[in-house]
Structure formats: structure tokens, C-alpha cells
């Protein structure tokens, strides 16, 4: 994973003559990440990808820190933050290393104006609240509340919502966004004592072709620096695909817990990994029941890891007044436990 899958009109051989009916050439282009060493899909298109009419001042939305050198346990009550009708501008990182940006979204409006492309950073999509439809050049994924939609960079996209009220969770990874090693067999299939497998996996469907032209903005986001491109034909151009890079969903709802009679870390609920970091997905399950286990888990010390959980429904077993979309967050360098209520 992630594996082998094509969709549309391709030729039978790549980097070969792929003509229109009209005798013209389709234009294939490579996507990939790591230059030429990684995964990798070929797009084509019916114009060239690379057809830029303008490109406008650069908007600066580099995250900026309150504070520096934090040494104390925080929380944060996300859905405090008023929602926004446009999607860039309702996002807001709520924290950010050199790994990974944290950030949350409420936006009220589809993005029927412009697409979007962040060419710095993986993205996973956890969808709190909302429910409507990821466009991209691959095709569509239907998305609703609990899924996560995890978009490499480089792909232009965009989201439409079936109402105003959307409340997302979005990890920005300046690494891939991968399963876990430890679940998947040499050839990248998932083992069978892994929590989730392929059938789980929303795959891009019903591809549809824009052979447009005209004015169309993308909102390129790079170094800190959202570059609005003006391209004179539409972004989803194209005519068929395969390869292994390419966007998809996975809902919270098919995780199928790892349990054991004690209580278990929270790597067994790991669900994806970057570079230097890991999610994970606590979800409804049976915990701790072997008749001496301490109804709460034991204190950790986070000696060189911080570690941040974002709350999405039901009662939390180790801590109370826990609130939707609350972030705690308890850094590296102390331990932190259970809240237990004072003798």
C-alpha cells in the first residue's frame, strides 16, 4: 500500500504516442515525489500541464510561534475558532516542528472559485464534521464524518461540501504519509494481523474529463507562500491514469482495534506515519480487562517525543470534560498521566 491502480483511457505502453481522436497528442506527465526514486503515476492530459497565464503575489502564511520553547501541558478548544467561508482562509495551524503542521479548518463554502495544491507537504484530511466530495485530477472520493483523506502533494484539488457547517482536522507532513511498515509484507500488502486492509481503502472514481480552456486559479502553496497561478485550461484535464501515487480516503469507522487484557501503548493504535511522527486512532474498544488492570492508563514520560491527541467524540477513559475538537497537547521532557480526581 499503496498499490497498483488505473483508471480512464491510457496507452498500451508508457511514455509512447497516446493521439485524440482528432490525431492530436495527449500530453502524459509524471508525478512522483523524490525525484525519480519513489512512487510514481503517469497523468494524460489532453493540453499541457504547464500552460501558466500569470502568477500573482505571493501570500505569506508562514505559521508563527506563541511560544517558542514550551515546557508545560496545554490544551486548546478548536472549535472556538469561528469558521470562515473560504477554505484557505478558515485554516489555521494550531501547531508545527519541522516534521509536521497541525491545523484545523471550518469552512462554510465550496471551493467553486479555485483549486488548491500544497507542494510542500502530504496531506491527511480527518473529517470531524461535514460531508461532500474531493475532486482531483484522479477522479472523485466521497467523503463524510470520521474519514480521512490523505492527498500527496503535488495534487490539485478540490473540496465541495453539501452544507455550511465542516469541521476538519489536517495534518501537513513534509514526508510521505505512509501504513505502518510493521503492517504491511514485502510487497507492500497489508498482513492479516494489520487493522485495516485494502477493501478498506476509497479509491478515486468515476474520472471526468475537462477539456476546457480559459482562466483557472490554483492556489499553490510552497515554502510558506501561497502562489496564485492562473493556468489556461482546467486542472482536471485529464483523460486516464495509473501508477501508485494518488489520493484516497479511509474512514475512522473500518479501524479495527488491537486490544489486550492490559493496557496497551499507543503505537497499537497506529494507523499512518511521516518522518519523526505517527497517527494514530483510539476508537470505541474493549480495554483493560484482566481482573487486576488499573482502570486508567499508566503515567509516561515523554522524554523525547511530544504527544498530541485531538478529540472527536464519545468519553475519553482517561481524562473528563473532554470537549469535541479539543486538542491537548503534552510535550517532550516531562511525564504526563491520567486527570484523577484529588483524594
Not at 479555485?114 to 485530477?137: Q, R, S
Amino acid at each position: 500500500m499503496p498499490f497498483y491502480y488505473k483508471a480512464g483511457q491510457i496507452p498500451e505502453k508508457r511514455h509512447t504516442q497516446f493521439r485524440k481522436p482528432n490525431g492530436g497528442l495527449y500530453s502524459e506527465e509524471l508525478i512522483s515525489t523524490e525525484g525519480f526514486s519513489s512512487i510514481y503515476s503517469l497523468v494524460y492530459h489532453c493540453h499541457p500541464p504547464t500552460l501558466v497565464k500569470s502568477i500573482g503575489t505571493p501570500i505569506d502564511v508562514a505559521p508563527k510561534a506563541a511560544i517558542a520553547n514550551n515546557m508545560q501541558n496545554r490544551s486548546f478548544l478548536t472549535f472556538n475558532t469561528a469558521p470562515k467561508k473560504d477554505y484557505i482562509e478558515s485554516r489555521v495551524i494550531q501547531l508545527f516542528n519541522k516534521d509536521v503542521y497541525l491545523t484545523t479548518a471550518a469552512p462554510t463554502a465550496s471551493m467553486n472559485n479555485y483549486f488548491y495544491k500544497n507542494a510542500d507537504c502530504d496531506e491527511v484530511i480527518f473529517v470531524h464534521e461535514g460531508k461532500g466530495t474531493l475532486k482531483t485530477l484522479y477522479g472523485k472520493i466521497n467523503f463524510e464524518y470520521g474519514d480521512y483523506l490523505v492527498i500527496p502533494r503535488g495534487i490539485i484539488y478540490q473540496l465541495e461540501f453539501e452544507n455550511e457547517n465542516n469541521r476538519l482536522f489536517i495534518t501537513e507532513s513534509f514526508s510521505p504519509i505512509r501504513p505502518p511498515k510493521r503492517y504491511l509484507n514485502n510487497y507492500g500488502q497489508f498482513l492479516e494481523h494489520s487493522p485495516y486492509c485494502e477493501r478498506d481503502i476509497k479509491l478515486p472514481h468515476s474520472i471526468e474529463t475537462h477539456d476546457e480552456q480559459g482562466d483557472f486559479k490554483v492556489m499553490i502553496k510552497k515554502g510558506d507562500q501561497i502562489f496564485p497561478y492562473v493556468y489556461a485550461t482546467h486542472p482536471f484535464d485529464a483523460i486516464g491514469w495509473d501508477g501508485f501515487q494518488y489520493p484516497f480516503g479511509f474512514s475512522i469507522h473500518n479501524y479495527e482495534p488491537i486490544t489486550g487484557r492490559i493496557h496497551m501503548p499507543p503505537p497499537i493504535h497506529q494507523t499512518f506515519e511521516g518522518h519523526n511522527f505517527v497517527i494514530c486512532s483510539f476508537v470505541p474498544r474493549l480495554f483493560d480487562y484482566h481482573p487486576l488492570s488499573i482502570p486508567a492508563p499508566y503515567n509516561h514520560s515523554n522524554v523525547d517525543s511530544d504527544e498530541v491527541l485531538y478529540y472527536v467524540d464519545g468519553d475519553f477513559m482517561s481524562r473528563k470534560h473532554v470537549e469535541r475538537g479539543m486538542i491537548t497537547l503534552h510535550p517532550k521532557g516531562i511525564p504526563h498521566g491520567p486527570l484523577l480526581k484529588k483524594a
